[in-house]
């Protein structure tokens, strides 16, 4: 295809210089050494998140830059987070959290979610975070798999928890942040309980293997798991954040996705402040010109957001764009969903910055597969492995396939942050491992001549028409460079004749109608750029396409709401 030629390099002068000599050199016991203590009995990732920052020159470092949808904004320094964390994790060990307990987050982007993250893993309790979004069903699911024992809301959220409180007898304390009174029998004001906590805390030291966080995946594909970490994440964390976001001491760093999304936890809260990186977070929702403000204002440099965002800012035009002074900017990230070519080629032209996409999964806890800086990108390509993982295009046998030919992608396992189970569902977490010697992800991608790999789809989503294989991306990536087409999400549709046909959804920029010629126009679009095969039959105009609260474009609710079947699990489904 033709934009596979494209291709751009940033310079560097820090960070992954020469990837090629570290891929071949590396070892992830050096990475230990960036810690102020990792042995055996005695790491806790947020002394190394946090704590060790406030005896270095970053203890007045502003470790989050907070800002709502209002404008209200608060900082504070990695010895304000100390300080708090500390004191919360005094007030959970007084009211008998205890290490190993789960304590459940259900909370806004707000500076007390980030607190209470860092205070549940000082005393080696294990934090899930959830969306403030999810219903009353999606939430009781999580507390009810997790048996948690805490949950910490908001008086407002707490409502959507009353519903299905009775059926929760392990739940045994809800603890409200700006709960006013009326206080229930088991619930507890986060802000008393803050106010009466002493400031001298002694943290949880505790084994690399101990468990960290419990993160249930995004359910593009069925019902979520929840993904089981532990605290040995960090030597991943750690080293991903400093090589693939390429963070520096003096960035400011904005991270879009929200910790209910393994994104937000891990890049969002861990990687950089490990590597005492200042932050900053938006609570409020997605919005073109606020975020643009947001970078102007708080004079981002580093931005790690996902390829559904930058398709709303395509759509929201160029125009806005020139309204703000983004020069602050000078790297770019994305993951969760194939980033369009498209994409790339809009982002080089208006912020006049490559975008760099990145691979990985809730499973494998860190960035596997990416676009570093000195490496140059293939527009269309997630890049290539990050030193220390072994990433493999397989057949169903486990054998490695050449270049070029489509396959499973699977990883070696054993790297630090990699999955330790699915909570309390021993055969799926086995069955990530079926393949002997292998981590089977569920993608299939192809890895060319260079070494960069390709994402084809979900093995679940790859269409079978007339006996070729066509991953939906690649159809959808074609169809956004249509002008009229601002998302498309394509499905295959059981066809007597042909086994399956291509199906696309998809929506309309403004000042687009739908009509007959229109969808002969974008399959005429279509069959210039590719196979004549992979062209969609069927076109479906839609106002918009089925997404999960991480941004995922939903296939599988697409095809069985085009099929009459059952959706199955909803619970991430982003509802407008
Ligand atoms: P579930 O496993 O519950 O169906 P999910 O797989 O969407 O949900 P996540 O762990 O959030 O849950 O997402 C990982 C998946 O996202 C990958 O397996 C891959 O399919 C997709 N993905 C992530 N980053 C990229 C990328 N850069 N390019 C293509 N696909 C990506
Ligand atoms: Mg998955």
């Not at 249930?216 to 991943?236: E, F, Q, R």
């Not at 990108?377 to 072994?390: A, E, L, R, T």
Request: proline letters at 5%; glycine letters at 8%.
């Amino acid at each position: 295809m033709e934009y596979k030629d494209i291709i751009y390099k940033t310079p560097v002068k820090y960070g992954l210089i020469n990837y090629e000599k570290t891929y071949e050199d590396f070892g992830w016991e050096e990475v230990k050494r960036s810690f102020e203590h990792f042995s055996h009995d005695g790491v806790n990732i947020a002394h190394e998140g946090i704590d060790r920052h406030t005896s270095t020159s970053h203890r007045n470092k502003v470790a989050l830059l907070w800002e709502d949808e209002n404008g209200h904004k608060k900082e504070y320094t990695f010895s304000d987070i100390k300080r708090q964390s500390d004191k919360l994790a005094n007030a959970l060990k007084g009211i008998g959290i205890n290490k190993g307990d789960r304590v459940f987050l259900f909370l806004p982007r707000i500076p007390e979610l980030y607190i209470s993250i860092i205070a549940i893993a000082k005393i080696g309790a294990i934090a899930g975070p959830m969306f403030s979004a999810f219903g009353p069903g999606a939430i009781k699911d999580r507390l009810l798999n997790s048996e948690a024992k805490a949950l910490i809301t908001t008086p407002e959220l707490n409502q959507r928890v009353n519903e299905a409180k009775e059926e929760l007898p392990m739940l045994k304390y809800i603890i409200l942040v700006g709960a006013k009174d009326n206080l229930k029998k088991g619930e507890l004001s986060y802000e008393s309980e803050i106010n009466k906590a002493s400031e001298a805390f002694n943290i949880t030291w505790v084994n690399p293997e101990d468990y960290l966080y419990i993160l249930y995946t995004s359910g593009t594909t069925g019902k979520p798991k929840g993904v089981t970490h532990v605290h040995n994440d960090m030597i991943s964390h750690y080293i991903t954040t400093k090589w693939v976001l390429d963070l520096m001491d003096d960035d400011v760093y904005w991270c879009t996705a929200d910790p209910g999304w393994v994104t937000g936890t891990v890049y969002g809260i861990w990687g950089p402040w490990l590597n005492g990186i200042s932050q900053v977070v938006y609570s409020g929702r997605y919005d073109a010109e606020k975020w643009y403000s947001i970078i102007e204002k708080h004079k981002v440099t580093v931005w790690y957001t996902a390829p559904t965002a930058l398709r709303m800012l395509m759509k929201a035009g160029d125009e806005i764009i020139k309204k703000y002074d983004l020069s602050s900017l000078r790297y770019i990230c994305s993951v969760g969903e194939p980033l369009n070519p498209e994409v790339i080629r809009w982002g080089l032209g208006v912020y006049n910055l490559p975008i760099h996409d990145n691979w990985w999964q809730t499973e494998t806890g860190s960035i596997m597969i990416a676009n570093y800086p000195s490496l140059p990108i293939k527009p269309g390509s997630m890049g290539k492995p990050f030193p220390g993982i072994c990433a493999k295009i397989i057949d169903a046998k486990g054998k490695e396939l050449p270049s070029g030919k489509h396959g499973f992608l699977a990883l070696k396992p054993g790297w630090p942050s990699m999955l330790r189970k699915i909570w309390r569902d021993r055969d799926k977490y086995n069955e990530y491992f079926r393949t002997s010697g292998w981590y089977a992800t569920g993608d299939t991608a192809y890895m060319d001549d260079d070494g960069y790999f390709w994402f084809v789809g979900r093995a679940d989503d790859v269409i079978n028409t007339a006996g070729h294989r066509v991953g939906p991306f690649e159809v959808e990536s074609a169809l956004v460079e249509h002008e009229a087409i601002a998302e498309a999400g394509v499905i295959g549709k059981p066809d007597k004749e042909r086994g399956e046909i291509i199906k696309a959804f998809v929506v309309l920029n403004q000042g687009h109608q739908s009509s007959d010629g229109l969808k002969k126009d974008i399959q005429e679009f279509i069959k210039k750029r590719l196979a004549a095969h992979a062209y969609p039959r069927e076109i479906e105009f839609t106002q918009n396409v089925p997404k999960t609260r991480s941004g995922k474009i939903m296939r599988r609710v697409l095809k069985a709401r085009d099929l009459g079947l059952p959706t199955g699990d909803l619970s991430t489904l982003e509802e407008d």
